[in-house]
């Protein structure tokens, strides 16, 4: 199967004409006393405006990476540069975002007094305060009538609002997201998408450690897969489309056609597909971006009475897939 | 010092509802209670109720006052409501900045209730007929600041260092100490001795003598009444107590820096 994924080292021209804003360099984290190795020589170059993701199964090491990018977890050995200053650092940290995966804030502020607190943490001048927390809890969609309650009466789609809001405090130039849209409603997680939209056109760097591949593959430009602490693949998600993934076709049982195994086989034909599977009522088919439509037409024209096409895993999901079947 | 940190965590100590809790019922309710009931039993002697005011009286203000102080440290993903550490340090704050300031806080916090509770029990003695200066009671409102700053550098040491060994030691310290705080007075133990020497079993006596240079070593106070009427300025006790806060403080910091925040899953 032909994917684009680039093996770490493969020059991608198109990006690597941009600033580098994070350069990690054969990281090394251990625990334990050496015992745990969570990051194993990592090394990761990430670009200046670029929404970057990291997947792969738990305990893999992105949470490390993560910690380690904040500065709150120290390498044993290799180096971060971001752009241009260690990690942990002041100034460094004056220009970074973070929302945590758990938004378990103390329950006992409201939001607005939350973020004035990290307003203030954030050394931002005192008179901007009250625009920019309003405009911040606008940005989120937090409903306005709930800004003063306690954050302990918080749902868990408010806490995450609260804490995307917190995350663009003090107008920060790299952002790094723990599982940014879960437990969001539709709406929150398209909120969430538009405001990482948004900011990527003002060149704000992004780093999204996801489980839900859904989402990372709208939201990023490249991907990561981690796994035993390195990074087994880059894969860019805004360039050649091209690769095969598998469309399931479901059409009506009672299709008038008496012979659907010779319909379906020939639509396949004439679409320039693989027929994978097919029964009664649906068939898989393994199909370029380019030619599904050409499928769907091609499977009407033979009288199939088509009522559904899923793709049965997202790009992602076969990322997810391979790193396993590596093990 | 951080203007944010010292507004909220006084904040916190009036909002937040599980902290005010313990405080308004250790600092008050039960200590002025219990006086209230001696006194009106005419049980002033048993004098039970100063197991709760006093030095151990501010450490259990500061205890309410630290709860959630500290969160989300390597045991656990999440402020669980709490002050979530790992969000306050990737903002632009020395974790110097974040202990110093929270131990000021804590002490001016403990402090001004510690004083407030020993100015109400003094007024309470009095209207009961007890015999007291304002010259004393001032000095006692004085100590009571000099206690919360001792034990809030302590207890921010035992906040931060989370290692399963120094927490035992500190909760094991943190007993003795006050076994040596609350033993019997010099009326129960009998009007002719003096305290511990009245106690006549060897191994409690020994014991108590123990606590008491143990609670000497890691909470040395200032006696401000008898500072203020030693014929010299106390300055073994004032070195001995401001050095131990800086200790306490240094340690924090040092421990601070060096600890690590991880948030994910354990591999």
């Known amino acids: ?327 | 010092m951080n203007k944010g940190i010292l507004k909220f965590t006084l904040l916190s100590a009036c909002l937040d509802r599980i902290k005010l809790f313990y405080i308004v019922l250790l600092g008050f309710v039960v200590p002025i209670g219990m006086k209230v009931v001696t006194y009106m039993h005419g049980a002033e002697e048993s004098q039970t109720f100063e197991m709760l005011t006093g030095k151990v009286g501010v450490a259990f203000i500061l205890t309410g006052l630290c709860l959630g102080l500290a969160g989300g440290g390597s045991g656990s993903q999440t402020g669980k409501g709490g002050e979530y550490l790992p969000l306050i340090l990737t903002r632009p704050v020395t974790r110097a900045q974040y202990i110093f300031t929270k131990w000021s806080t804590f002490t001016l916090v403990g402090g001004v209730l510690a004083a407030v509770q020993n100015l109400i029990l003094a007024l309470i003695g009095v209207a009961f007929g007890e015999v007291l200066s304002p010259y004393v009671v001032a000095g006692q409102m004085l100590e009571r600041f000099l206690d919360a700053g001792i034990i809030a550098a302590a207890l921010t040491l035992a906040l931060v260092a989370n290692h399963w060994l120094f927490q035992v030691c500190a909760i094991t310290a943190f007993y003795v100490w006050m076994m040596a705080q609350t033993m019997p007075p010099v009326s129960v133990a009998g009007p002719s001795s003096a305290g511990v020497d009245a106690v006549a079993l060897e191994g409690t006596h020994l014991m108590l003598t123990l606590s008491r240079l143990i609670g000497d070593l890691i909470l040395p106070t200032i006696s401000v009444y008898d500072a203020t009427n030693a014929p010299h300025f106390p300055l073994l006790a004032v070195v001995s107590y401001v050095s131990t806060i800086v200790v306490y403080l240094v340690a924090a910091i040092a421990v601070i820096n060096k600890r690590e925040f991880f948030y994910g899953t354990s591999g």
Not at chain 1, 2 to 16: C, H
Not at chain 1, 48 to 64: D, Q, V
């Open chain 1, 1 to 327: 199967m032909q994917t684009d994924i680039q093996q770490l080292g493969d020059v991608v021209a198109p990006m690597e004409e941009r600033t580098k804003c994070i350069i990690v360099q054969d990281l090394v984290k251990t625990y334990k006393g050496g015992r745990v190795k969570a990051l194993q020589g990592l090394t990761l170059d990430i670009y200046e405006g670029e929404i970057f993701g990291l997947i792969g199964p738990n305990g893999a090491g992105k949470s490390t990476l993560m910690g380690c990018l904040l500065g709150l977890l120290s390498p044993d050995s290799g180096g971060i540069s971001i752009m241009g200053m260690p990690p942990g650092v002041l100034s460094t940290r004056r220009l970074t975002g973070y929302a945590p995966e758990r938004p378990d804030f103390e329950g006992w502020m409201s939001a607005r007094q939350f973020l004035e607190y990290h307003h203030m943490l954030a050394g931002r001048e005192p008179c901007t305060r009250e625009a920019e927390i309003d405009s911040l809890l606008t940005r989120v969609a937090l409903p306005a009538n709930v800004w003063h309650r306690r954050i302990s009466t918080y749902s868990r789609g408010m806490l995450q609002r609260l804490n995307i809001a917190q995350m663009l405090l003090g107008e920060p130039r790299l952002l790094l997201l723990d599982e940014p849209t879960l437990g969001l409603d539709p709406v929150g997680v398209v909120q969430v998408r538009k405001v990482l939209m948004g900011l990527r056109e003002t060149g704000v760097t992004a780093i999204v450690n996801s489980h839900q591949l859904d989402e990372v593959e709208r939201l990023c430009d490249r991907v990561a897969f981690i796994r035993d602490g390195k990074i087994c693949s880059v894969q860019h998600l805004n360039e050649n489309r091209e690769e095969e993934y598998t469309l399931k076709v479901r059409w009506n049982k009672n299709c008038a056609n008496a012979n659907i195994g010779t319909a379906v086989d020939e639509a396949a034909r004439a679409a320039g597909v693989v027929l994978k599977e097919l029964t009664n009522a649906s068939a898989s088919f393994l199909v370029a971006n380019d030619r599904a439509s050409c499928l769907l037409r091609e499977l009407i024209v033979n009288g199939i009475d088509v009522e559904e096409a899923v793709p049965e895993r997202t790009r992602l999901e076969q990322l997810f897939e391979m790193g396993a079947q590596n093990e």
